[in-house]
């Protein structure tokens, strides 16, 4: 429990002062940040962490532009309306240049739109909801992390090589659990013709009752799993699977479980052999990694989480994109955000020009249990460039008018 | 079906579960009349501290049990601190104001649970035995779901032995029955209700407790299981214990068949059940009719028209508004904008409330109607902004109609309660139903044409909007209409003896509120941009109630005095602190102890003080 | 010609007759007291006539036209008139508000959203207090009022609504003896003015004796004697039934 006791000693000391960094040097650049600081603690804090780090490491090297950058943080309490009221505050009162942050897919839309609207730059960092780049995707916003479709395409590439014919899925009954379950079993049904889905469960989201909801899985006799379950839910679904035996002789694939923010707390409950998108943290031995890992705990006493990883890497793609514009006019930072290539712990990304989808990549592996932990092995990280559909795929979902 | 057999019993111990959260709220109710909305923080608090102390006990069964019990007390004593410091300072205040007390607690505990316990979630790692199971008909059942099913009754005697067999029993029995025959024994009401929000929070304590095996604790407990619980208690009748856990049964087995028969609609599902029994069963499923009428004859007091001073200083106000954006820069043009909307949003409510008498759980369900009326008018029909502007109320105005037409027989906490199950179905669907809503995405995209895209032209225009109808609303509370509801809200039955329609005058009452708040809405989402079921939520629907409550309920003046006040505050404090729930709540707190009857009733108290020496 | 005239009414509560078979009829300006022991069906029969119970048997006209079957708002709109036996006003109203209020709704004004209403027959509302000699207390909230000035009040706010029959539900109970005779007797000389049929019930049989024109009784629900005053003392199946002995009584 140390980890945790030291996490939340830390956490607690940013809680005290909403973030405002200072470099010395010109005038700062101002990044406008708006999170779900309150209402999603558990991820926003060391996502907020890394942000720091990655601030002042940037400072350190001579900043942006010869300039230093400046994060200023904002907490929208989960709701898309209070975050967009706040974009007015950074944008008008506090005239930052760029606005950044959401957590919560809502929350990451209403500021695409609000830039939209008012002609600003927004990056967004840890939405997945595809709507951001493709259906509601703007000239103006620019999404960081690998979308909903991209964790369920490889996921679906995955379920595709094993001999599971009979399918089930279960899934919070909101748009990214139905975007999920939606992509999964079309892209599975595509490579494999032969399976089948025979039936589906939808609790609402953070009120799983899983007793029932695992009996009425286990009714269903599948021999595949899909689950999009996360968070408390999981908790609730994986201790009674575990005692009813759901996943016994069963495969599960699981998006998102091997983020440590979701496998942390199942403790020494945390199935074995999921095949599960996720992070493996510190057991990422890249030069690259390592650094970051190193700063990060050597700041904050606790280990980079999968939020920690998005947190840094947005400031990271901000600067490149700010550097390769040379300006911070809204329209030339539009054009220099498209294609700039940027540096992340877990490897080289960049902005694409064709829907501004940033391509950092996605862990896949399998769960397992080290002593009392769950862990992702045989994990392999593919470049987020080779998840997305085609060109013609891409230009088809994105309107017209977002160029 | 072979499943059908673990399905009940699954369904039963949910059913236990429900029963443990809902027999402390039920309890405190039905002695004190309090609707206890930190009940679910209390259950929260009830799971940290029992993870605190079941993961420093040995983990055998016998120290389980033991860590449990103990649980229990801390939480009881937490309710002893939370009854005598706040909750006893408010009995004498006006019925509902206690609610927004408890509620400021609500906000305090969160973000004390976050500091003491850190943001990630703490389950309880579970030893062996907790994770054993039995053969049920083919099917591996969890054994502790066993103990969890023994539980619920093993409670439900314990509790009908204390209530039936011990003098302190008969006295809460007498006092759930008749408060005022009970002081006038000489009974110590103050011990009396002490001792049972103890109890209740205990019980609160106990069922976070013994949730620990098969969830976490975690900080969404709170609001996840206050709507939980009062929906048992409100089916199975306010203060009645047996009904509890009639309705417990009825709803855990009612879901755990609803999750494999029809499994998108599990949340609607409960609120449906309560809506039906309700309807059929207006008190529930074992309870009895309120008492209300005595506490009814602490009557309002008697409503005057404001003074000219006070219509001096409004006029000033407005003035002042409608200069405002020549005052102030961009963005707080975009918080008075929301003020605006604020104060439709608590005047609307205010009028069904206070001079209508019918308390609300789910006033945002109309502001949501009439925003995504707007929007969805603008999605499918490339609806201009007038029209949108036109349609919200419409559209507002007719479902709170159909919904008055059902519940106009309800009256108090049940009507309250009904309000709050109308909204959390309007809510799921709009959560849930991505091809119409877009579901929690929301419609995007609802921008004002561009004449009213600069912050200042729409901020007049809401503020003309909003002004005007709480002028229209004001007139209309002085109007005859105004005098006959509120005569309906007086006394029912002298109403109906003069010829007054009480029941029309309240669907009507609805109608407009409804029409106002969903005009609200619609002004909202084009100002942000946007429709999102968070416009919908309970803590969207407490904010009315907050507003209304804390600017007064017995003046016109109070909502509007609430809404900005509320606004203000709220925005300062979001960002100023991350702490802003906790000293919000503790301001909600000393409001209402400092003013029971709200800022503005306390003002018209020492103004009439003033004009009287 | 009477104003109400009830014929065979009777009312059942599972399985228990309450009232049966009862007729009689009131004319205009005529005070008809309903007197019977506690339990003999006085309260149900009272709330039939003002439709807050519906019979199973029989009928009541209201000037030839029925109204049993109809709820307590129409039967008022009928024009009946009611007090309560726990008062009931509005209390958040004045005391002419109150009255007003009564107006209002008898003229149908209801539903009017913009003119206020206190600017609507002050002066009837006044002139209707003066009868019942709370005009310096107009401007009194009801909460404030002593007991027997809002009993007055609601016979001013009964009187609002021109009703051609009042009905006084125990209008006495919980006032002094002398007020009790002089609001009776305010109540007898309003209904002569006006042509008002009074029908009431009373514990009190000083102030039946005093006020009423004519007495009915009821016993087990059934109607077992009607006359006037000297009447109903001598008739010995009353002083069997209700006085018991003979010699007790109120």
Known sequence: ?403 | MSSILPQLLTGLATASSLFLISAGLTIIFGVSRIVNFSHGSLMMLGAYIGWSILTRLPREPEWFALGILATALATALIGVVLEMAVLRRVYRSPELFQLLATFGVVLIIQDVTLLLWGPTELPLPRPRWLRGFVEVAGSRFPLYDLVLIAIGPLVLGLLWLALNRTRWGTLVRAATLDREMVAALGVDQRRLFTSVFALGAGLAGLGGALSLPNASANLGIDLSVIADAFVVVVVGGLGSLPGAFLASVLIGVLQAFGIVLVPKITLVLVFLVMAVVLVFRPNGLLGRPQTEAREATVAAPVVRPAPPALRLLGAAALALAVAAPFIVGGYYLTVLTDACVAILFAASLHFMMGPGGMASFGHAAWFGIGAYAAGLLLHWAGAPMPLGLLAAPVAAGIVSGLFGWFVVRLSGVYLAMLTLAFAQIAWAVSFQWVEVTGGDNGLLGVWPPDWARDPRPYYWMALALSVGVALLLRRALYAPYGYALRAARDSAPRARAIGLDVERLRIVALVIAGAACGLGGAIFAYGKGGVFPTYISIPHSVEALLMVLLGGLQTVAGPIIGALVYTGLADILVRSTDLWRLVLGAVIVVLVVAFPEGIAGAVRRLWLRGREA | MSVLSVQGLGKSFGGVRAVSDVSFSVAPGEMLALIGPNGAGKSTLFNMVGGQLQPDAGSVTLGGATISGLGPRAVARQGVGRTFQITATFGSMTVRENVQMAILSHRREIWRFWRPAAERFGDEADALLAQVGLEVQAERATGVLAYGDLKRLELAVALGNAPRLLLMDEPTAGMAPAERVALMQLTRRLATERGIAVLFTEHDMDVVFDVADRILVLDRGALIAEGDGPAIRANPAVRAVYLGTGSGGH
């Open chain 1, 1 to 403: 429990m140390e980890v945790t006791r030291r996490l939340v000693l830390g956490a607690s000391g940013a809680l005290a002062m909403p973030g405002l960094l200072r470099a010395q040097g010109g005038t700062p650049i101002r990044i406008g940040e708006i999170n779900s600081y309150t209402a999603q603690p558990a991820f926003t804090l060391p996502y907020r962490n890394a942000m720091q780090l990655a601030v002042e490491e940037t400072n350190a090297r001579g900043g942006v532009l010869g300039r230093p950058l400046e994060l200023i943080t904002r907490d929208d309490a989960g709701r898309p309306q209070d975050a967009v009221r706040l974009a007015g505050e950074l944008v008008n009162d506090l005239k930052v240049d760029v606005l950044a942050g959401a957590y919560l897919s809502n929350v990451g839309l209403a500021l695409g739109e609000y830039a939209a609207q008012n002609k600003r730059l927004y990056v967004a960092g840890e939405p997945l909801t595809d709507a951001m780049v493709w259906e509601r995707g703007n000239r103006y916003t620019f999404r960081l992390r690998p979308s909903t479709y991209m964790q369920a395409s490889i996921l679906a590439e995955e379920a595709a090589k094993l001999p599971a014919k009979r399918w089930v899925t279960v899934s919070p009954n909101y748009e990214f659990g139905q975007s999920a379950v939606k992509w999964f079993r079309q892209l599975l049904s595509a490579r494999r013709p032969d399976v089948q889905f025979v039936g589906e469960q939808w609790p609402a989201l953070g009120r799983v009752d899983a007793g029932a909801t695992v009996q009425a899985l286990e009714g269903m006799r599948p021999d595949g799993i899909l689950n999009v379950l996360f968070g408390t839910d999981l908790t609730n679904f994986v201790r009674q699977g575990n005692t009813r035996g759901l996943f016994e002789r069963r495969t599960v694939v699981s998006l998102l479980t091997g983020e440590p923010e979701y496998l942390d707390p199942l403790g020494d409950e945390a199935p074995e052999g999921w095949i599960v998108t996720g992070y493996p943290g510190e057991a990422i031995d890249t030069p690259a990694h390592k650094a970051f890992a190193g700063a990060y705990r050597a700041k904050f006493n606790a280990k980079p989480m999968c939020g920690s990883l998005v947190g840094y890497a947005l400031i990271n793609s901000i600067a490149a994109g700010i550097a390769k514009a040379g300006s911070v006019e809204v329209e030339r930072m539009v054009e220099g955000f498209r294609g700039a290539r940027f540096d992340t712990p877990a490897g080289s990304a960049e902005y694409r020009t064709i829907d501004q989808q940033g391509t950092l990549g996605v862990y896949v592996g399998k769960t397992a249990l080290r002593g009392n932990a769950g862990v992702m092995t045989d994990w392999r990280y593919i470049d987020g460039k080779d998840l997305l559909p085609s060109d013609e795929v891409v230009r088809g979902l994105r309107p017209a008018g977002a160029n």
